[in-house]
């Protein structure tokens, strides 16, 4: 049973840069699907600073009691208890999604399990629905960075299906479900935030 709140750097240091591209995406009332939520300290953090929002955090079973610690300290009433939600499972806890935030995630996917997610979210997602993805690509084929190339290569030791994803494959997956392109914002650290809209 997980008693101390798990705790990542990373989410730390993108958290308020993540905030600030947030702001003006969703701007309006909306509930927002967080996939892949991991500690909770980002559900924490968007929900309390964009209380327009209601939060949904969702991540495997496994990660739920942490995300718990976080937002039973929080006291939020627009964060929503966390969903068990795996992206290769054929039933998902939701009906119509409006929105969806999700940050590094894609790279831990396997490039099946990242395809398995578009094709989930095209039974979801609502006719104008929004999507954002934070997290680290490549461009034509090529890591942007050295530290890119090196986190790539510690990714694939540690599991050989994962890896850092192509911008472009993750375009196609997009627009075969209805989603293009809006924003392709720089970030901090080599990574990017993708805001995908799907078209009127």
């Known amino acids: 049973m997980t008693t101390?709140?798990?705790?990542?750097?990373?989410c730390e240091n993108n958290k308020e840069p993540i905030?600030?591209?947030?702001?003006?995406?969703?701007?309006?009332?909306?509930?927002?699907?967080?996939?892949?939520?991991?500690?909770?300290?980002?559900a924490c953090h968007f929900a309390g600073n964009l209380p327009h929002l209601t939060?949904?955090?969702?991540?495997?079973?496994?990660?739920?009691?942490?995300?718990?610690?976080?937002r039973d300290e929080a006291q939020l009433?627009?964060?929503?208890p966390p969903l068990s939600?795996?992206?290769?499972?054929?039933?998902?806890?939701?009906?119509?999604?409006e929105a969806v935030?999700?940050?590094?995630?894609?790279?831990?996917?396997?490039?099946?399990?990242?395809?398995?997610?578009?094709?989930?979210?095209?039974?979801?997602?609502?006719?104008?629905?929004?999507?954002?993805?934070y997290g680290p690509f490549n461009y034509a084929g090529a890591y942007t960075s050295e530290s890119n190339a090196r986190f790539d290569l510690w990714l694939k030791e540690r599991d050989a299906r994962s890896g850092i994803k192509?911008?472009?494959?993750?375009?196609?997956?997009?627009?075969?479900?209805?989603?293009?392109?809006e924003a392709d914002h720089a970030m901090p650290a080599n990574n990017r935030l993708l805001v995908l809209r799907k078209r009127a």
Do not use: Y
């Open 77 to 80: 009433v627009n964060l929503l």
């Open 4 to 10: 101390q709140k798990p705790c990542s750097q990373a």
């Open 166 to 181: 192509d911008f472009e494959a993750i375009m196609a997956l997009a627009e075969t479900i209805g989603l293009a392109l």
């Open 85 to 97: 939600l795996d992206v290769v499972d054929s039933q998902w806890p939701c009906a119509r999604v």
């Open 101 to 133: 935030f999700t940050a590094n995630t894609l790279h831990i996917m396997s490039s099946d399990e990242v395809g398995l997610l578009f094709e989930r979210l095209a039974m979801h997602l609502s006719a104008e629905a929004t999507m954002c993805i």
């Open 19 to 42: 905030l600030q591209i947030l702001k003006t995406v969703f701007d309006q009332p909306m509930t927002v699907w967080e996939i892949g939520s991991g500690t909770g300290q980002h």
């Open 55 to 70: 939060w949904q955090p969702t991540d495997r079973p496994e990660n739920l009691p942490g995300i718990d610690l976080w």
